[in-house]
């Protein structure tokens, strides 16, 4: 490691920014206000590596709660690597989420570095990737998602994700550019989903539904928006096999994967009503 003076610190709004450019150069696909959202999970969670006073390395370690937390935008320059910088703010991001059930989505080929660091490998999450274009029988179930009471939605959110997250997600589906959407019957949330605009066509998440038949509507409905034919992706976690079916029924094709590993238990989330996660980055 060099003797220059290696510094971690917290990031402002514009810093996050930089990690998103940097996972853009990953290969990685940001939607385009990712960095926005983002912050708004926890102000805290987002951490910088100085060394002499130059960015060499980010993370994110998101603390929705005192019980549950997301690791993300780990990276390090790659003439930084394998010198301890990335060890180090690994451990500081630990630190920040001391006492939480840590959930992050690694690269398959990382998984036996994490196992190291206490995580254990829940399933797989795969991405698909596909083509927008329009619905074969649009559903009058679908509605706006400022339609719906935010609460409903809130309670909703909940099946499917670990912990409340009532900032990030309000961000999430109110950001200019993103389209959220509902499915609504008889008065009653069956699901929801939001497609952004990303650096290299949309993607959709999440992808929440009662049944596969909700799920398909609000797929259709949402790969319809864009109105020039568009790249989509859609990242599908392996133990809902409806899920899955809907990706290849609709032709899309595995373009990459990710192990879901945490330091606790999986957490009892209905795994069966997740058509597509919010993201790889924050859970």
Known sequence: MS???????????SEVALAVDWAAAEGWNPGHQDADCFYQGDRQGFLLGLLAGDPIATISAVKYNEEFGFLGFYIVKPEYRGQGYGWQIWQRALAHLGGCNI??????????????????????????????????????????LNAIAWEDVLTYDRQCFPAPREEFLRTWCHQPGHQAIAYQEDGILRGYGVLRPCRVGDKIGPLFADTPEVAEALFLALKAIPAAENTIYLDVPEPNQAAIALAEKYGLQIVFETARMYTGQAPPIALDKIYGVTSFELG
Do not use: C, W
């Open 3 to 13: 003797e220059q003076k290696y510094l971690i610190k917290t990031m402002g709004p």
């Open 103 to 144: 959930g992050l989505d690694g690269v398959l080929a990382q998984q036996g570095n994490y196992q190291k660091s206490g995580f254990n490998l829940a399933y797989r999450n795969i991405r698909y990737q596909g083509f927008t274009g329009a619905p074969s029988i649009p559903s009058p179930h679908i509605v706006p």
